[in-house]
Nanobody, 123 residues
């Protein structure tokens, strides 16, 4: 299996930026599609971004497209989410996810989830 640990969350003012990191261990890191989901208070889990095994293809939710960038470094077993121009609607717990079944953005296809890191955007 794969173990995922997120870091980099915190409190930021609207318009600011944060960079989330996710460290992976376990089975071969490069074999997995990686991504980020988030869950705001009282809401369902929401897809944010996904990156394929080689890092050459990405998919973003419309709500973050143009503001967030997902990247990965297979040599370091790391995946990142650069978040710019944050707004209060981005407030959520952000989860790093991994899936070994292919390049996808559907929640049920990610079998491994981290514990999450809190991102709070203030006004």
């Amino acid at each position: 299996q794969v173990h995922l640990v997120e870091s980099g969350g915190g409190l930021v003012q609207a318009g600011g930026s944060l960079r989330l990191s996710c460290a992976a261990s376990g089975e071969t890191f490069s074999d997995y599609t990686l991504g980020w989901f988030r869950q705001a208070p009282g809401k369902e889990q929401e897809f944010v971004a996904v990156i394929n095994r080689s890092g050459g293809n990405t998919i973003y939710a419309d709500s973050v497209k143009g503001r967030f960038t997902i990247s990965r470094d297979n040599a370091k077993n790391m995946v990142y989410l650069q978040m710019n121009r944050l707004n209060p609607d981005d407030t959520a717990v952000y989860f790093c996810v991994a899936g070994g079944r292919g390049f996808t953005y559907h929640r049920e296809m990610f079998e491994y989830w981290g514990q999450g890191t809190q991102v709070t955007v203030s006004t």
